[in-house]
Each structure stands twice: as structure tokens, then as C-alpha cells.
């Protein structure tokens, strides 16, 4: 069996993928990225990065230049493979889509070889490493698996799940403690030894993948439902013409609360998806988990409302207009500030719900990105954080915006910039 890793493979090359390939390979370790696309292949094979993440873009030129890292659409060979793929969930009952990630388990499964380590990075649910490693066994019935073999077997799987923050990605992945779910000690012992190539913080050995894979799901889903609470409580005070930023304020000065400060709702893959995999396996027992994700997945709807009551206070004080002739700005479409990340972005589902209904002009101030998304067609695109508009509505807090004055016209505020 294998005792060092020369040459590791990321299935993935996406917000946590590529980071992740380019730490490995700035550690002269010779790393393989695979992706789906062809786009962001050659652009990687370039040296040029396909996101937005600060340092990422000097590690991969310098990782290319040097020879460590390379990509391609077909798997090859290597010591230890890492799946990074998306982990969505389908349909109005949220039900976990782990399409990805076995389509990543089939294509390397031809190339696997006795002493390889995999490791799923991928937030998933519950059970979804070891259902992994089966579709691996069936793929390749010649080699042996943890399931079936334990210590003993030819190849060695685990659950690692990545817990960094995005926008300090490349700082998080060295410092930040590593949970090490392996389905079997063997297995946590490889995938610690591979880790430690560039990760400072603990590598926290768990009982076993699902283990690991359930404290990835407690992480979000704990914040989900203290942003919940925030959220709730911004509604509540909104009912009652209160300034909710004044109360939380004045609550968190209380030596043991911290009320987490509301938003337009809650976005980004890991947040607003990972507490419905927990849902998923035991939705008896998810009540209060159930529930915040309702009140978070409502929030965008009560903005919206605050927008059209924005719209008719301003022509109340202004009769001689009508609703086409009043210019909205929204600022902000990311999920969370100063990224470029709009999945499952609030602030831009609030963004095309406005385009759409609104008869009027629409500006959207999102100054980390060049092009507006499916959706946002009749909207148009500020170049500058300053824009002349009748109503303005603060989505996203990105740093520049705090920096700039507030605007003239009717406020609407969902991060307490300008409040």
C-alpha cells in the first residue's frame, strides 16, 4: 500500500476544488484537476483562475508555471482523489441530489488502483460516503472496499468536508481544523497524513464518515437558525415601526447574547441547502431546523413587499408620477459580501422578481461582476457605487458600499448600512 501521496486529483474545479488543488500543488505536490467543462479546463491550463477569490489567482498562475497542476475533463490515474462537486437538492420537498457526486465516483472508478485514498469533500447527507464507496465496489468488483474488507481493503475512503469561508478560502484551508471522517481508522490515518501537506489547524480524527458528515450539517444549519432569528425578529419589528438594528443593538450589549444581524435571507450552496439534508434523514425530529429555513426562504418575499411599499410611498409623494416613471437600485446580487458567489443568492432572486414586476427602470450596483444573469435581461448594470434613482434597496453590505454615502431618495435597507 501506498505510504505517501506523489500525485493527487480534484474532481471539481469549482469554489472549493480549485483552492483546494492549488494548496496541494504550491506544496510541490503534482495535482490533476478534473471538471465537466472544457471553458474552465483551458482557462486553468492558462494559469487563470474562472472565480473570484482573493490569492487564488497568484497560487494557480505560479502552480501552472511550475509544472504542479494542470486540468482535464477525463480522469487519469493518482495516488489520492478528491471529490469536490456541487450537492444540490431537487423539488419542493428538498430531497438531497447526490447525482454529481456518483457521476464523479463512476468516472474515476476506472483508474483506481490498490493503496488509492478518495475522499469526498462534497457536503452531503448523511450516508452519502459510504454510498459512495459502494459505487465504487460496483464499479470495480476486482479491488476491495472499507464495506467489505475493512482495514484490509485495497482502497480506502473517507469524508472530509471543507469549512472555510468564502473570500478567505486560502487562508481558511491551512489554518482552519480539519474533520476527518474515515470508514475505517486506516482510512482517517491516509487521509490525516494527506491533509497535514499544507493544513496547520487540528485534523480531528471522527468516529466515522457519518459522523463527520453530520458536524458539517450541525455547522450550517446552527447558523442558519440564529440568522433565522435575526430575520424573524427584523419582520416582527417592522410590523411594529421599530428599528430592529436599534434593538439588536442595544440586546447584544446583554454580556451573553449576540443577535446575529438580518439580511434579505439566507444564500450561498452551504447554508440555505445543508440544513434540508439533515431534514431529509429525520424529518420527525427537524422541527425547529424545518422552520428557520422557512422563515430564512420567506425573507426575500417580505424585502420585496418592502420594495413595492417603497415604490407607493414615493408616489404618494410624488402625484404627478407614476410607477414607470420610478428608477429602482438594488445593491448587491451576491450571496454574501465582497465575492462574486450569486448561488443561491436572495438578493438576486430579489433582483429578478423586481426586474419582472416592475415597470420602471431597474439598476443593479454589483461591483463584482461584469454581466448580468439569466433573469435580469431588462435591468441595466451600474458601472459606478453612486447612482441616480428614486428607491434604493441595500441587499448586499460589500465593503465599498459602507464606504459610500448614503444616497438621496426613498431608503430601503435589509443590512442596516444606511439605517
Not at 52 to 58: F, G, H, I
Not at 277 to 286: K, L, M, Q
Not at 317 to 339: C, Q, W
Given at each position: 500500500?501506498?505510504?505517501?501521496?506523489?500525485?493527487?486529483?480534484?474532481?471539481?474545479?469549482?469554489?472549493?476544488?480549485?483552492?483546494?488543488?492549488?494548496?496541494?500543488?504550491?506544496?510541490?505536490?503534482e495535482v490533476v484537476g478534473?471538471?465537466?467543462?472544457?471553458?474552465?479546463?483551458?482557462?486553468?491550463?492558462?494559469?487563470?483562475?474562472?472565480?473570484?477569490?482573493?490569492?487564488?489567482?497568484?497560487?494557480?498562475?505560479?502552480?501552472?508555471?511550475?509544472?504542479?497542476?494542470?486540468?482535464?475533463?477525463?480522469?487519469?490515474?493518482?495516488?489520492?482523489?478528491?471529490?469536490?462537486?456541487?450537492?444540490?437538492?431537487?423539488?419542493?420537498?428538498?430531497?438531497?441530489?447526490?447525482?454529481?457526486?456518483?457521476?464523479?465516483?463512476?468516472?474515476?472508478?476506472?483508474?483506481?488502483?490498490?493503496?488509492?485514498?478518495?475522499?469526498?469533500?462534497?457536503?452531503?447527507?448523511?450516508?452519502?460516503?459510504?454510498?459512495?464507496?459502494?459505487?465504487?465496489?460496483?464499479?470495480?468488483?476486482?479491488?476491495?472496499?472499507?464495506?467489505?474488507?475493512?482495514?484490509?481493503?485495497?482502497?480506502?475512503?473517507?469524508?472530509?468536508?471543507?469549512?472555510?469561508?468564502?473570500?478567505?478560502?486560502?487562508?481558511?484551508?491551512?489554518?482552519?481544523?480539519?474533520?476527518?471522517?474515515?470508514?475505517?481508522?486506516?482510512?482517517?490515518?491516509?487521509?490525516?497524513?494527506?491533509?497535514?501537506?499544507?493544513?496547520?489547524?487540528?485534523?480531528?480524527?471522527?468516529?466515522?464518515?457519518?459522523?463527520?458528515?453530520?458536524?458539517?450539517?450541525?455547522?450550517?444549519?446552527?447558523?442558519?437558525?440564529?440568522?433565522?432569528?435575526?430575520?424573524?425578529?427584523?419582520?416582527?419589528?417592522?410590523?411594529?415601526?421599530?428599528?430592529?438594528?436599534?434593538?439588536?443593538?442595544?440586546?447584544?450589549?446583554?454580556?451573553?447574547?449576540?443577535?446575529?444581524?438580518?439580511?434579505?435571507?439566507?444564500?450561498?450552496?452551504?447554508?440555505?441547502?445543508?440544513?434540508?439534508?439533515?431534514?431529509?434523514?429525520?424529518?420527525?425530529?427537524?422541527?425547529?431546523?424545518?422552520?428557520?429555513?422557512?422563515?430564512n426562504d420567506r425573507k426575500?418575499?417580505?424585502?420585496?413587499?418592502?420594495?413595492?411599499?417603497?415604490?407607493?410611498?414615493?408616489?404618494?409623494?410624488?402625484?404627478?408620477?407614476?410607477?414607470?416613471?420610478?428608477?429602482?437600485?438594488?445593491?448587491?446580487?451576491?450571496?454574501?459580501?465582497?465575492?462574486?458567489?450569486?448561488?443561491?443568492?436572495?438578493?438576486?432572486?430579489?433582483?429578478?422578481?423586481?426586474?419582472?414586476?416592475?415597470?420602471?427602470?431597474?439598476?443593479?450596483?454589483?461591483?463584482?461582476?461584469?454581466?448580468?444573469?439569466?433573469?435580469?435581461?431588462?435591468?441595466?448594470?451600474?458601472?459606478?457605487?453612486?447612482?441616480?434613482?428614486?428607491?434604493?434597496?441595500?441587499?448586499?453590505?460589500?465593503?465599498?458600499?459602507?464606504?459610500?454615502?448614503?444616497?438621496?431618495?426613498?431608503?430601503?435597507?435589509?443590512?442596516?448600512?444606511w439605517d
Amino acid at each position: 500500500m501506498m505510504d505517501e501521496f506523489k500525485k493527487v486529483s480534484v474532481i471539481g474545479l469549482g469554489y472549493i476544488g480549485l483552492p483546494t488543488a492549488a494548496m496541494f500543488a504550491s506544496r510541490k505536490i503534482e495535482v490533476v484537476g478534473v471538471d465537466v467543462s472544457a471553458a474552465v479546463v483551458d482557462t486553468i491550463n492558462r494559469g487563470e483562475i474562472h472565480i473570484v477569490e482573493p490569492d487564488l489567482d497568484m497560487v494557480v498562475h505560479a502552480a501552472v508555471n511550475e509544472g504542479y497542476l494542470r486540468a482535464t475533463t477525463t480522469p487519469e490515474p493518482a495516488d489520492a482523489f478528491l471529490i469536490a462537486v456541487p450537492t444540490p437538492f431537487t423539488g419542493d420537498n428538498h430531497d438531497p441530489d447526490l447525482s454529481f457526486v456518483k457521476a464523479a465516483a463512476q468516472a474515476i472508478a476506472p483508474v483506481l488502483a490498490p493503496g488509492c485514498l478518495v475522499i469526498l469533500e462534497s457536503t452531503c447527507p448523511v450516508g452519502a460516503t459510504e454510498a459512495v464507496s459502494q459505487w465504487l465496489a460496483e464499479a470495480r468488483p476486482d479491488l476491495s472496499f472499507p464495506q467489505n474488507e475493512g482495514p484490509a481493503s485495497d482502497i480506502r475512503v473517507a469524508h472530509c468536508p471543507e469549512r472555510v469561508l468564502p473570500g478567505r478560502v486560502m487562508q481558511e484551508l491551512v489554518s482552519n481544523d480539519r474533520i476527518i471522517g474515515g470508514m475505517t481508522a486506516r482510512c482517517s490515518e491516509a487521509a490525516t497524513q494527506l491533509y497535514k501537506a499544507f493544513v496547520t489547524g487540528k485534523c480531528v480524527v471522527s468516529s466515522g464518515p457519518r459522523a463527520a458528515e453530520m458536524a458539517k450539517l450541525t455547522e450550517n444549519s446552527f447558523r442558519d437558525v440564529n440568522i433565522a432569528f435575526a430575520n424573524e425578529l427584523s419582520m416582527i419589528c417592522g410590523a411594529l415601526d421599530m428599528d430592529v438594528w436599534e434593538v439588536i443593538a442595544m440586546a447584544n450589549r446583554h454580556p451573553r447574547v449576540n443577535v446575529l444581524q438580518p439580511g434579505p435571507g439566507v444564500g450561498g450552496h452551504c447554508i440555505a441547502v445543508d440544513p434540508w439534508f439533515i431534514v431529509a434523514s429525520a424529518p420527525e425530529h427537524s422541527q425547529l431546523i424545518r422552520a428557520a429555513r422557512g422563515v430564512n426562504d420567506r425573507k426575500p418575499d417580505w424585502v420585496l413587499d418592502r420594495v413595492k411599499g417603497a415604490v407607493g410611498t414615493y408616489l404618494t409623494e410624488n402625484p404627478d408620477k407614476t410607477a414607470r416613471d420610478v428608477t429602482i437600485a438594488l445593491y448587491g446580487l451576491s450571496f454574501k459580501p465582497d465575492i462574486d458567489d450569486l448561488r443561491e443568492s436572495p438578493a438576486l432572486e430579489i433582483a429578478i422578481q423586481t426586474a419582472a414586476v416592475h415597470p420602471g427602470t431597474v439598476v443593479i450596483v454589483e461591483p463584482h461582476i461584469t454581466t448580468l444573469p439569466d433573469g435580469l435581461a431588462t435591468a441595466t448594470l451600474a458601472t459606478e457605487t453612486q447612482v441616480n434613482a428614486d428607491v434604493h434597496v441595500m441587499l448586499v453590505d460589500h465593503q465599498i458600499f459602507k464606504e459610500t454615502a448614503r444616497p438621496d431618495g426613498t431608503i430601503v435597507d435589509t443590512r442596516g448600512v444606511w439605517d
